[in-house]
């Protein structure tokens, strides 16, 4: 299903974010950093303008959500 591969994409880019971020932070699971990063851009994906790309803002929108926990 078309849905499940772009979730686990979109699951990929948002762990390698999370990853950047949980090795600074000790006390927080990785997995937690996560689920909030997916729930971010979910939340977020109508101000993705399209000005870069997709990947990098995932990846922005990600790590600032991380950072945020």
Same mark, same amino acid.
């Given at each position: 299903? =078309?849905?499940?591969? *772009?979730?686990?994409?979109?699951?990929?880019?948002?762990?390698?974010?999370?990853?950047?971020?949980? *090795?600074?932070?000790?006390?927080?699971?990785?997995? +937690?950093?996560?689920?909030?990063?997916?729930?971010?851009?979910? +939340?977020?994906?109508?101000?993705?303008?399209?000005?870069?790309?997709?990947?990098?803002? =995932?990846? *922005?929108?990600?790590?600032?959500?991380?950072?945020?926990?």
């Amino acid at each position: 299903d =078309v849905a499940d591969v *772009a979730l686990a994409d979109l699951r990929a880019l948002v762990a390698a974010a999370a990853r950047s971020v949980a *090795a600074t932070a000790r006390s927080v699971e990785l997995d +937690d950093l996560v689920q909030v990063g997916i729930v971010r851009v979910l +939340d977020q994906l109508d101000r993705f303008e399209g000005r870069s790309r997709f990947s990098t803002w =995932v990846y *922005a929108v990600a790590v600032r959500a991380a950072l945020g926990e």
